[in-house]
């Protein structure tokens, strides 16, 4: 594999590990971003994700002089770093009537098109909808640039493992041979993974990535129903759950019950894709239906929490254990704990959340308050409400909690703790998917 020179726009969560990985594998890479704090951070060797290995990645990176980091477009785009591969890798928040806004992705093509030297090719990472390639190489007014399609499949908590060993690898390309020739190059980078690559046209690309997102999203919605049907039938999600994800056409991933399904991709794109099929007038109820479910499953949490506290939750003080959207990230984007939080707020809960990594979106006056640890959050709360599955919420003296509350009840929404052993430590436990 020849080293290639690369230029990653974006210093996210997909960017910078992109560009930490391809650096790793021996490249030359320029990572470049508009946020100067950010790239300032970087230079000085300071990683604010809270995502494993990234850091010692990223140091190592520049350490070896193979990953550089700007602010200025220009610099890693023109001599002396004309790069062979330009990966996109910006933002595409969710817009008007649940589209991804690719405003960011736009005004980008319309800078490589002025700035970009003949030779290299523009690889877009960001999730886009349906046609963005195709509008990207409009933008770019440049008849000699290829565009290709290449969607990340990281996730969150991780990255890097991911990238380092991915499911598969999507490359979507014209018809040009010069398109043609781009996808080649690019697949080349990853000969030394054993990841399948499949090379498709740029729409395909573009869809395999919603698609995934949403069929995620459908089987959580599915593994949620199904945990409110154990629980009135007598059975155990855990159990079912296993027994279905040994089918390998099922899988066992993602059949977790938990007070919903969130973060920054899946709620988004499970929208774009139903937005994509509106405009084509393709009812897609499925997918409809899992962010119903989700919204349901969301109520249902809430109205667990609220019969644990005896019916009203006006004015009673409830413990909130996790904000993130999921353990092992900082990450609050369209959480379900906070879902579920805003709902009891709304009851007349008075809120106090801990959360081992995630910041406080909403402000220290705001409406809830925050403790620095799980002891300090649970004083004189009637119910603790477990809401994002941290490893340590398992490990902690449940039998000091129990006595700093006013009336010791749990609510776990992850699944994550034993209901005996905190039974021992006189907590009411109520849990999800499990029937009595
Ligand atoms: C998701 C996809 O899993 C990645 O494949 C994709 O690349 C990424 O979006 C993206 O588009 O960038 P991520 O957002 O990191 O990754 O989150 P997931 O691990 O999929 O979790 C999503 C939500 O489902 C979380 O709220 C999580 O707690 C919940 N979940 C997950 C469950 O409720 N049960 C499970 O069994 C698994």
Redesign the pocket.
Known sequence: MPARKIAVIGAG??GLTTAATLAAAGHGVTCVDVDRDKVAELRAGRVALLEPDLPELVAAGRRAGLLRFTARLPDALLPPHPPDLVFVCVPTPRGEGGAADVSIVEAVARDLGRLLPPGAAVVLKS?VPVGTADRVRGLLRRPDLPVLSHP??????SAVHDCRHPDRLVIGAGTTPADRAAARRLADLYTDLAAPVLLTGNASAELI?YA??AF?AVK?SY??TLAELCESVGADIGDVGRGLGLDPRIAP??????P???????PK?THALLDLARTRQIGFPLVRAALETNDRQHHRIADKVRTAAGGCLDGVRIAVYGLA??AG?ADTRD??ALAVARLLHAQGAELTVYDPAAANPAGPDDWYQTADNPYTAAKAATVVAVLT?WPEFARLDWALISQLMHRPHVVDARRILDPEALEACGLTVSTVGRGT
């Open positions: 969560y997909v999730t990340e499949f990281l996730s969150e908590g990535k995934a997102n995620l959580l593994a949620n991933a993602h059949l977790r019950p938990s919903g399904w969130g973060g920054p991709c899946l794109d959207f999921k990230t959480s379900p599955e």
